[in-house]
């Protein structure tokens, strides 16, 4: 299990100082918005791959997977009912799985819930855009040793997709390895049904879930409010999670840098606490 800093928390410092900080403060690594490398992190050339993976190598973290997929560039969208508008997304999930999988990323989380919007008066044919879309970018998934994951969001962010169960179903249909979902600590707890915990004991053992973003359903980081994460991590420990366990605050409470440094401290406390 490692444990990766979302790095859009820290990103008023350069990639190579979010790359020291995090490595300073005990992450395994980062876990890389693209709108925070380029305006068009898509287009070749616009990442500078040696550099960003030397910045991280030269630090000891890695770059274990992206999110925030579809934030740059502009007008994005897997449900609109526009053929251009949808292929020029996939062209553009196509090149950030490529993109991913030359910083040394295993994974992608897809969650843009602006971007998946539903088309009122055909919410249907939306989803199945949606599934298209995802269906569409698996063998880019494959051959670039990575996985897409399916996020789930809560109903407040996202206007479908708002469970772990309903993200499953579009990865069974679609089928691929490569192509799998996601457990994120605060959509879950929005939801007040199951808890994280209770959604690893039952995701995890069926091959669905392939990545874990933790904070707190308040919005902070992990030891910010009144989720436990140790059953969590428990959990996670239990059924030998090998993949990892991504710090995402959406408030950064009292600042990111501060925040960041917290959330570590917690879960490696907790960490330290099963391995007694």
Known sequence: MKFALCNEVIADMS????????AALGYDGLEVAPFTLSDEPHEGGAVDIVATR??????????V???????????????????????????????????????????LVHGSPLQ??????????????????????????KAAGVTYCIEALAPEDAE?????????????????????????????????????????????????LAHVQVNDGNGRGPGQGAMAFAPILSALQRHGYDGTVAVEPFDYYPDGH???????GYLRGIEEALRD
Request: one cysteine or more; a negative charge.
């Open 15 to 22: 990639f190579a100082a979010q790359c020291d900080f995090a």
């Open 54 to 63: 030397r910045a991280a190598r030269d630090a000891g973290v890695e770059i």
């Open 65 to 107: 997977s992206l999110h925030w997929l579809l934030v740059a560039p502009s007008g994005l969208s897997i449900t609109d009912p526009d053929d251009d508008t949808r292929a020029r997304t996939v062209d553009v999930m196509r090149r950030l799985i490529g993109l991913c999988g030359e910083l040394g990323g295993t994974a």
């Open 116 to 141: 998946r919007r539903l088309t009122p008066g055909d919410e249907d044919g939306a989803r199945q855009r949606a599934i298209d879309c995802f269906a569409a970018v698996a063998d880019d998934a």
């Open 160 to 208: 479908f997709i708002n469970r772990i169960a309903e993200a499953a179903a579009m990865v069974d249909t679609i089928g691929s390895p490569h192509i799998r979902t996601m457990l994120d600590c605060c959509a879950t707890a929005r939801l007040d049904e199951d808890s994280p915990a209770e959604l690893i004991e039952r995701w995890l053992p069926s091959g669905h």
């Open 258 to 264: 501060a925040a960041a440094a917290r959330a570590i």
